[in-house]
């Protein structure tokens, strides 16, 4: 299959990649990529919190140790206060989107690839190049007159894939996707992508549509790995993901918006997300011309669905978060009468390259938990930490 992009096009596909870019640019710039929005910490209904791409780009020619199969597979975070059980889900490639008909569309249906109905998905150089084999004729189509391109002779130009790629530098196509619950479709999945995503979700409770970008690599200059999370700290001990704590409700918890809450700086507990900032922030452009180097940057988003936090975002300046566990009935009904709920938390790291990581831990929300004890040591007092606790306050002992 890879073979017949060596051959020479028959139309210059670069200069129609070049400019259908620029119409999908002008025409999609008022689309909500509701992934990369800001949105609330609480969450109370379904909802997808982030897309992953792993790697973070779609390998294409020029990159070293891939090839045109290397697949790059998409996950999705989907929350909900509640059991999801078996969802249904759509996936269809698409290098040109924009908002159309209620959902973010493909700019014409022949240029989607189909990468199914799975918890996941798949897409590779081959999808991406395989999406632009029409897109000459849907120029035409929308009114682009795009002819071949002439050296100075007045011969048309080598059209083959070298031209192609080079002009697709840069180049980020969509990945679209409907996640949904069985029952808004009468209990049974719809069987193909294009079924699903054809259509808008039929109610908005349990259902979300939307899109993540991701950029084709052509060069080694356009790879980078994802950020990773080492683990977490809770009040100053190391936190295993299995282990969880019973943890103090915070009593009418200050609301936070997008920047710190001086109200919150002693509430709750505090969590620390640990990860290896030599390897999660890499090198984008190396010092240079006495100019220094610039390094990626990591921004956590936070959630859960029970209280608050201190700051709804952090960064790799400031990392890390109070959280301010609300009583139990104060952020849904059907717990008012209990003394003990559980509660989730879930913490996404970014860097500004696409690369993403996730983390997520339990915890039991009580109006009874002990105070001055540290809920991680009371469980085992040989994690990592607990050595280091004021037995008087339960907090990390002040440093001299």
């Not at 294009?194 to 052509?218: F, H």
Request: proline content about 8%; some cysteine; hydrophobic content about 35%.
């Amino acid at each position: 299959m890879a073979n017949r992009y060596n051959k020479p096009a028959q139309s210059t596909l670069r200069r129609a990649v070049s400019a259908l870019f620029i119409v999908a640019l002008a025409s999609s710039s008022v689309a909500c990529n509701q992934l990369q929005s800001d949105p609330v910490t609480l969450i109370k209904e379904f909802r997808i919190v982030a897309i992953r791409a792993e790697p973070p780009y779609i390998a294409g020619p020029g990159v070293p140790g891939t090839s045109f199969g290397t697949p790059t597979e998409f996950t999705p975070l989907v929350v909900d206060h509640g059991d999801t059980g078996k969802l249904c889900y759509a996936w269809r490639l698409c290098p040109f989107a924009w908002t159309k008909d209620g959902n973010y569309r493909c700019i014409d249906p022949s240029l989607e690839v189909d990468l199914g109905t799975g918890p996941t998905a798949k897409a590779t150089a081959l999808d991406v190049f395989s999406a632009l084999e029409n897109v000459e004729k849907v120029a035409e189509k929308i009114g682009l007159n795009i002819g071949p391109s002439k050296d100075a002779e007045g011969k048309d130009r080598n059209s083959g894939l070298g031209d192609q790629v080079e002009s697709a530098l840069g180049l980020q196509v969509s990945v679209l996707f409907m996640i949904g619950k069985p029952s808004l479709w009468g209990g049974t999945c719809p069987k193909t992508s294009a079924e699903m995503l054809n259509d808008v979700c039929p109610k908005r409770a349990g259902c979300i549509a939307g899109y993540t970008k991701v950029a084709l690599a052509t060069s080694p200059k356009h790879l980078n790995e994802s950020p990773t999370f080492d683990g977490l700290k809770l009040d100053g001990v190391a936190w295993p993901a299995h282990v969880t704590p019973t943890i103090r409700h915070v009593d009418d918890a200050p609301q936070v918006g997008g920047g710190p809450n001086p109200d919150a700086a002693e509430l709750g507990v505090e969590i620390e997300p640990l990860y290896d900032a030599k390897k999660s922030m890499e090198v984008i452009r190396p010092a240079q011309n006495g100019q220094p180097a610039v390094t990626e940057t990591l921004t956590m988003s936070w959630y859960s669905d029970n209280g608050v936090f201190r700051y709804s975002k952090t960064s790799d300046r400031v990392w890390k978060n109070r959280f301010l566990p609300a009583r139990p009935g104060e952020n849904f009904d059907e717990d008012a009468s209990k003394d003990e709920v559980p509660a989730s938390v879930w913490i996404v790291i970014r860097d500004n390259r696409n690369g993403l990581d996730w983390a997520s831990r339990n915890v039991k929300v009580s109006i009874n938990a002990p105070k001055n004890v540290h809920p991680l040591c009371a469980i085992d007092d040989k994690l990592k930490g607990c050595a280091d606790i004021d037995p008087a306050t339960g907090k990390p002992k002040a440093k001299n």
